[in-house]
């Protein structure tokens, strides 16, 4: 069964400084990985996916993610956090190939920014 | 853009009130899911659809069914609301292909 790891449930940084969020997965079979965020009362957006490829993959809001398979990682990162980033973010983890079209979602990384 | 739209953005409801949450999708998605979200448990499934009339049990379905009788329309049904169930319920929908999903606004329920 596919199981995804956010170690970190709150995580507090200054206004411009860089941000790590980190995200362990286990699946037995290539995954296809997902960033989300979630603003306060919102429901969820895609920041970002990785389904093969380049391991280091671009996303929105000046937002990227590395997959190292070695590491059975997919951390998310930017280099300059802004005020309007506060929110909640959520790994998630899901099939490549065969049936179930499920994702299996992290607990979340609550992001505070400090201005 | 695609539009995910929930009937409701809260709702109270009393202990043992039938209790119906809509969900509309509008880009023509083959697969719905209906989710719960609780605070350090992150998103947990509850039921998903891969088609009309189709549905298969997530991995907390106890207390809960739904309904799909058209392309665009998925509802969870929550048959006797217990205070357990008081939550934050989100919709997604997506294509076939093993592509990102797309969320709703969420329903806050509470069961008093």
């Known amino acids: 069964a596919q199981s995804v790891t956010q170690p970190d449930i709150h995580i507090t940084v200054s206004e411009g400084a860089s941000l790590e969020l980190r995200c362990n997965y286990s699946y037995g079979a290539t995954p296809y990985l997902f960033w989300y965020v979630q603003s306060p009362g919102q429901g969820l957006q895609l920041l970002l996916k990785?389904?093969?490829?380049?391991?280091l993959v671009q996303g929105i809001k000046g937002f990227e993610a590395e997959f190292k398979r070695s590491q059975s990682s997919f951390n998310l990162r930017k280099p300059s956090v802004h005020w309007s980033d506060a929110a909640e973010y959520f790994c998630?983890?899901?099939?490549?190939?065969?049936?179930?079209?499920?994702?299996?979602f992290g607990t979340g990384t609550q992001l505070k920014v400090e201005l | 853009d695609v539009k995910v739209t929930q009937s409701s953005r809260y709702l109270v409801k009393r202990t043992g009130e039938k209790v119906f949450l809509e969900c509309v999708q509008d880009m023509d998605h083959e697969n719905m899911f209906w989710y719960r979200q609780d605070p350090g448990l992150g998103l947990r499934l509850i039921y998903f659809?891969?088609?009309?009339?189709?549905?298969e049990k997530g991995d907390i379905p106890e207390g809960y069914s739904v309904s799909r009788e058209k392309k665009e329309r998925f509802s969870l049904i929550l048959e006797s609301a217990s205070t357990n169930q008081t939550s934050m319920y989100l919709c997604?929908?997506?294509?076939?292909?093993?592509?990102?999903?797309?969320f709703g606004p969420g329903t806050r329920l509470t069961v008093l």
């Open positions: 990785y389904f093969s490829g380049d391991t």
């Open positions: 659809s891969y088609d009309v009339k189709m549905k």
């Open positions: 998630a983890v899901g099939r490549l190939t065969g049936g179930g079209n499920k994702l299996t």
């Open positions: 997604a929908s997506r294509r076939s292909q093993p592509n990102e999903q797309f």
